[in-house]
């Protein structure tokens, strides 16, 4: 599996699409850190950038790869090599360079920062590791969503899907049932309705570690009390990384089953 993960790391970062990505984050950070006079300002832009970009990429970058490695993995099934580490090295290939180019990117803008501005920039290091996460979630989805549907177009289109349903819809519609049953107690719904959705849990994650959460209203109070804690913010990393290992396990039994 290390040596499909290697060959797929180097496939990509020969790709000029990585240091397009890489080169993003870069300028993005730089000219929102040291051009903004407010540091909270900043780092709700980068947030609002990471939760939207960060799972939109990773999802068409793997369903992207999946599909033009499709030749090279027939060959690669043909040989005596497990299945599962086929396509967990292709998968980790497309995570791990797509985390690294998100890390360097903004890593480099929160070092020099950190260095010559100011160290609070460390408070917010929770910007990069739900940045991985989306990152790895995402593209363990795309690879879930391309393994169940031969067609290419129907699988781009089910990965896009997938996104917006995510990215935006989830969101309206959370927001719609706190609106309609707002009469009712909605803690714990609130709690679980966020932990299943990687994007509203990761956005949470990052606004508390901006100490805004008053503005929120009741809701955010109710985050604050549960997120806000040592055991919230363990139990929320955990959860992030089982939205991580589920699909994992899916395509291994995806790729134990299917007929190439």
Do not use: C, H
Request: charged share 10%; hydrophobic share 55%; net charge positive.
């Amino acid at each position: 599996m290390f040596k499909i993960l290697k060959y797929s790391f180097f496939d990509l970062t020969r790709s000029s699409w990585s240091y397009i990505y890489f080169l993003f984050y870069l300028l993005l950070g730089i000219v929102l850190l040291f051009l903004n006079n407010d540091l909270s300002n900043a780092v709700i832009t980068l947030m609002n950038v990471i939760i939207i970009l960060v799972p939109l990429i990773g999802t068409i970058f793997g369903v992207m790869y999946f599909y033009n490695s499709r030749e090279f993995t027939e060959l690669l099934l043909a040989q005596p090599v497990k299945r599962t580490s086929i396509f967990l090295g292709q998968y980790l290939g497309v995570a791990v360079s797509l985390s690294l180019s998100l890390v360097l990117g903004l890593g480099i803008p929160f070092i020099a920062y950190g260095l010559f501005q100011s160290p609070a920039i460390w408070d917010f290091t929770m910007l990069l590791i739900t940045g991985v996460f989306l990152t790895l979630i995402f593209s363990a989805l795309a690879f879930n969503i391309a393994l169940s549907s031969e067609n290419k177009i129907k699988g781009f289109g089910y990965a896009i899907l997938m996104w917006l349903l995510l990215a935006v819809v989830y969101d309206g519609v959370f927001l719609l049932s706190l609106v309609y049953f707002q009469e009712y107690p909605l803690d714990k719904f609130s709690l679980i309705a966020t932990m299943l959705n990687p994007i509203d849990l990761s956005r949470i994650l990052i606004l508390l570690k901006l100490d805004i959460s008053a503005l929120l209203g009741y809701t955010g109070a109710v985050f604050k009390q549960f997120f806000g804690t040592s055991f919230g913010s363990v139990i929320s990393l955990s959860v992030l990384v089982l939205w991580t290992i589920l699909p994992l396990l899916n395509i291994a039994r995806i790729v134990k089953k299917k007929d190439f």
